[in-house]
């Protein structure tokens, strides 16, 4: 992010009403810091739906079908022939397929996570504050210069405890 | 927008402080700071936590100094006769997995349920979780004596183009176990996340602000991270629910898939399952209820969290009953003198004591659960968690001596003793375990602090009696 102007709020809706309010003067460019997962200030800042699922379900699915296949092709590269049983048996294969599939599919929902949420972040975060990890609330807005005024005021009617430029 | 007025007159104090109600789950916990502050405190050492890590070094080396002693003189110290060539390793194996799952079935299968009890118990119980199968894990490896030949399990491109066998139950483990560990470890670590990020503000030594930035990941509460960690995370508990459920039933399929005597059943894999709930649920148990006294979190873990996790401990006890009598039954219905001599010889003949162990601490003593005063007397929950982690150890012990010493032939017939090597690597598991969950606890919150606010009042101007959370 770069230029933009941070409230801070110590209620849940005041932060809500004060991004409800920004996003009524058409500033769509809003992050919000939060001490809890909160459903209502998602559905306040109405971002996309995560793509995480897409990475479970490709995980899931490559890790199925690698667990059968690694099964079936090492049984049939080298057969151990007993008794006229089949050499690709797919119940006892089955289990090393859901294994797999859970373990590929579990590491690919962590990477999807990482890759959305832009995970490692390891430099500093304009606008963050450590007060958003123990309990208030922090509404930044990337605005232009001309309309950090507007949203300042916008912020300190709905509550805010502070207001500041940050850059 | 409506306001709630206050009342003109202010309530009177209540008479207990600490009675949770539906609505109000944690009503000794007034603020987003005090939760803060009080699990923070956890982590200052205490003289009583060094002695607690001293102890399990010490154990632990206990266990090194007969696994080196074994490593040099072979398996045979290990009190193994045939034909009982399976004895405390695989015992404990089985045991430590159990333990480790009752872990994921309070945070990913309470998570799916959304029952509200987990929360107050989830990190601890995960912790024990990957601690427990880190433990299972040494197991089979010491059981194997040439240690040092483990890696054949694993399916590597080798030179000959040799592959472990896909349709052996002991290969299948190595897939489920490794499966779990990772799994339940990288769930156990990314709930860690958001609590990393609060220890990072809050500390002021720049070596390990340092530290735990890095393993924070940067995390910044921003409503993006939570978005997708809410998704991933509820995947991740999607995933591990059916693993958990499928881990034990692999385990199972150790004996299930031998034809021998008390082994070939179908019920092994349900049985194993609720065995391993049940003795995880003792096990969080044994750990938590000092944490919880010792740690000063009674208002974080109330008498409610226990007394549902009771009753849960019941209803497993009764599963593991019902499976204990079905297999009796089985034996007995079976009209198979061999299954009906050896099913007799377990229970009153030569391992009548282990037998009526397993009975009485997973049976009987559990059904004290059925009284309320009991299920919130944390000093009998104590006792009882203890029961039961014995009784579950000598369900494993149950399983697996009776039935390699008692096949189909009488010339077959044996009998085992576990030497001292035996016990003193089961004491270094001990050990072992604990010394990871003990460093852990110093490190790392025990209770889940961004979950523990979730469930206190969200600070609200509009709210009757809220003033912010100070």
Same mark, same amino acid.
């Given at each position: 992010?770069?230029?933009?102007?941070?409230?801070?709020?110590?209620?849940?809706?005041?932060?809500?009403?004060?991004?409800?309010?920004?996003?009524?003067?058409?500033?769509?460019?809003?992050?919000?810091?939060?001490?809890?997962?909160?459903?209502?200030?998602?559905?306040?800042?109405?971002?996309?739906?995560?793509?995480?699922?897409?990475?479970?379900?490709?995980?899931?699915?490559?890790?199925?079908?690698?667990?059968?296949?690694?099964?079936?092709?090492?049984?049939?590269?080298?057969?151990?022939?007993?008794?006229?049983?089949?050499?690709?048996?797919?119940?006892?294969?089955?289990?090393?397929?859901?294994?797999?599939?859970?373990?590929?599919?579990?590491?690919?929902?962590?990477?999807?996570?990482?890759?959305?949420?832009?995970?490692?972040?390891?430099?500093?975060?304009?606008?963050?504050?450590?007060?958003?990890?123990?309990?208030?609330?922090?509404?930044?807005?990337?605005?232009?210069?001309?309309?950090?005024?507007?949203?300042?005021?916008?912020?300190?009617?709905?509550?805010?405890?502070?207001?500041?430029?940050?850059? | 927008?409506?306001?709630?007025?206050?009342?003109?007159?202010?309530?009177?104090?209540?008479?207990?402080?600490?009675?949770?109600?539906?609505?109000?789950?944690?009503?000794?916990?007034?603020?987003?700071?005090?939760?803060?502050?009080?699990?923070?405190?956890?982590?200052?050492?205490?003289?009583?936590?060094?002695?607690?890590?001293?102890?399990?070094?010490?154990?632990?080396?206990?266990?090194?100094?007969?696994?080196?002693?074994?490593?040099?003189?072979?398996?045979?110290?290990?009190?193994? +006769?045939?034909?009982?060539?399976?004895?405390?390793?695989?015992?404990?194996?089985?045991?430590?997995?159990?333990?480790?799952?009752?872990?994921?079935?309070?945070?990913?299968?309470? +998570?799916?349920?959304?029952?509200?009890?987990?929360?107050?118990?989830?990190?601890?119980?995960?912790?024990?979780?990957?601690? !427990? @199968?880190?433990?299972?894990?040494?197991?089979?490896?010491?059981?194997?004596?040439?240690?040092?030949? !483990?890696?054949?399990?694993?399916?590597?491109?080798?030179?000959?183009?040799?592959?472990?066998?896909?349709?052996?139950?002991?290969?299948?483990?190595?897939?489920?176990?490794?499966?779990?560990?990772?799994?339940?470890?990288?769930?156990?670590?990314?709930?860690?996340?958001?609590?990393?990020?609060?220890?990072?503000?809050?500390?002021?030594?720049?070596?390990?602000?340092?530290?735990?930035?890095?393993?924070?990941?940067?995390?910044?509460?921003?409503?993006?991270?939570?978005?997708?960690?809410?998704?991933?995370?509820?995947?991740? !508990?999607?995933?591990?629910?059916?693993?958990?459920?499928?881990?034990?039933? @692999? @385990?199972?399929?150790?004996?299930?898939?031998?034809?021998?005597?008390?082994?070939?059943?179908?019920?092994?894999?349900?049985?194993?399952?609720?065995?391993?709930?049940f003795s995880g649920i003792g096990m969080v148990f044994t750990i938590i209820i000092p944490i919880r006294k010792f740690f000063n979190l009674k208002k974080y873990?109330?008498?409610?969290?226990?007394?549902?996790?009771?009753?849960?401990?019941?209803?497993?006890?009764?599963?593991?009953?019902?499976?204990?009598?079905?297999?009796?039954?089985?034996?007995?219905?079976?009209?198979?003198?061999?299954?009906?001599?050896?099913?007799?010889?377990?229970?009153?003949?030569?391992?009548?004591?282990? !037998?009526?162990?397993?009975?009485?601490?997973?049976?009987?003593?559990?059904?004290?659960?059925?009284?309320?005063?009991?299920?919130?007397?944390?000093?009998?929950?104590?006792?009882?968690?203890?029961?039961?982690?014995?009784?579950?150890?000598?369900?494993?012990?149950?399983?697996?001596?009776?039935?390699?010493?008692?096949?189909?032939?009488?010339?077959?017939?044996?009998?085992?003793?576990?030497?001292?090597?035996?016990?003193c690597i089961l004491l270094g598991s001990f050990g072992w375990f604990f010394m990871w969950f003990l460093l852990f606890i110093k490190q790392f919150p025990v209770?889940?602090?961004?979950?523990?606010?979730?469930?206190?009042?969200?600070?609200?101007?509009?709210?009757?009696?809220?003033?912010?959370?100070?």
């Amino acid at each position: 992010m770069s230029r933009g102007v941070l409230g801070r709020f110590q209620q849940l809706d005041a932060a809500i009403d004060a991004i409800d309010d920004v996003k009524r003067q058409r500033v769509d460019d809003i992050q919000v810091f939060t001490p809890i997962l909160s459903h209502e200030i998602e559905e306040a800042v109405g971002g996309p739906e995560s793509p995480v699922r897409r990475y479970t379900l490709i995980g899931g699915f490559l890790g199925a079908t690698f667990g059968y296949w690694i099964a079936v092709w090492t049984s049939d590269y080298w057969p151990l022939v007993i008794g006229g049983k089949a050499i690709a048996t797919w119940i006892p294969f089955t289990i090393i397929g859901f294994e797999l599939m859970v373990l590929i599919g579990s590491l690919a929902t962590v990477a999807g996570m990482f890759i959305s949420s832009h995970l490692p972040n390891l430099t500093a975060t304009v606008g963050y504050d450590p007060r958003f990890s123990e309990g208030d609330f922090g509404v930044f807005v990337e605005c232009p210069a001309d309309q950090a005024k507007a949203v300042e005021d916008t912020l300190r009617r709905n509550g805010a405890v502070e207001v500041r430029s940050e850059r | 927008m409506a306001t709630i007025a206050r009342p003109d007159t202010p309530p009177a104090p209540a008479p207990y402080d600490n009675i949770p109600t539906a609505d109000v789950r944690l009503p000794a916990v007034k603020s987003y700071a005090q939760a803060d502050h009080d699990v923070i405190a956890t982590l200052q050492p205490t003289w009583g936590w060094f002695a607690c890590v001293a102890l399990a070094m010490t154990c632990l080396a206990i266990g090194i100094s007969a696994w080196m002693y074994q490593t040099f003189w072979g398996l045979g110290v290990a009190g193994y +006769y045939p034909p009982v060539m399976w004895g405390v390793y695989i015992v404990s194996f089985v045991f430590w997995v159990g333990i480790g799952h009752a872990g994921t079935l309070i945070s990913a299968i309470l +998570y799916l349920f959304r029952a509200g009890f987990r929360t107050s118990i989830y990190r601890a119980s995960e912790a024990m979780t990957v601690f !427990a @199968v880190m433990t299972a894990g040494l197991f089979p490896i010491l059981h194997l004596g040439r240690w040092w030949k !483990a890696f054949w399990l694993i399916p590597y491109p080798n030179w000959r183009w040799i592959w472990p066998n896909f349709k052996s139950p002991l290969v299948w483990d190595v897939f489920a176990i490794s499966t779990y560990l990772t799994v339940s470890a990288t769930f156990f670590y990314v709930g860690l996340i958001p609590d990393i990020a609060i220890l990072r503000d809050r500390e002021t030594n720049p070596i390990r602000k340092a530290i735990l930035s890095q393993l924070s990941l940067g995390w910044r509460n921003s409503d993006r991270e939570w978005r997708h960690f809410a998704r991933a995370y509820l995947f991740l !508990a999607a995933f591990a629910t059916p693993l958990v459920l499928s881990v034990h039933s @692999v @385990v199972s399929f150790d004996f299930a898939m031998a034809n021998t005597p008390g082994w070939h059943t179908t019920i092994f894999p349900p049985y194993f399952v609720a065995g391993a709930i049940f003795s995880g649920i003792g096990m969080v148990f044994t750990i938590i209820i000092p944490i919880r006294k010792f740690f000063n979190l009674k208002k974080y873990i109330t008498l409610n969290d226990l007394d549902a996790a009771s009753k849960l401990c019941l209803f497993t006890s009764m599963v593991v009953g019902c499976a204990y009598l079905t297999e009796f039954f089985m034996g007995w219905m079976s009209g198979n003198s061999m299954e009906q001599e050896f099913w007799w010889n377990r229970v009153f003949g030569q391992w009548w004591w282990a !037998a009526w162990i397993m009975l009485l601490c997973n049976c009987i003593l559990p059904q004290s659960l059925w009284s309320q005063k009991l299920r919130r007397n944390t000093t009998w929950l104590f006792i009882l968690s203890l029961f039961i982690n014995l009784g579950m150890w000598f369900e494993r012990f149950v399983i697996v001596e009776p039935s390699l010493s008692h096949e189909f032939e009488p010339w077959q017939w044996s009998s085992y003793i576990p030497t001292y090597i035996d016990y003193c690597i089961l004491l270094g598991s001990f050990g072992w375990f604990f010394m990871w969950f003990l460093l852990f606890i110093k490190q790392f919150p025990v209770l889940a602090i961004a979950e523990v606010k979730e469930i206190l009042p969200v600070p609200r101007r509009h709210a009757a009696g809220q003033e912010g959370h100070g």
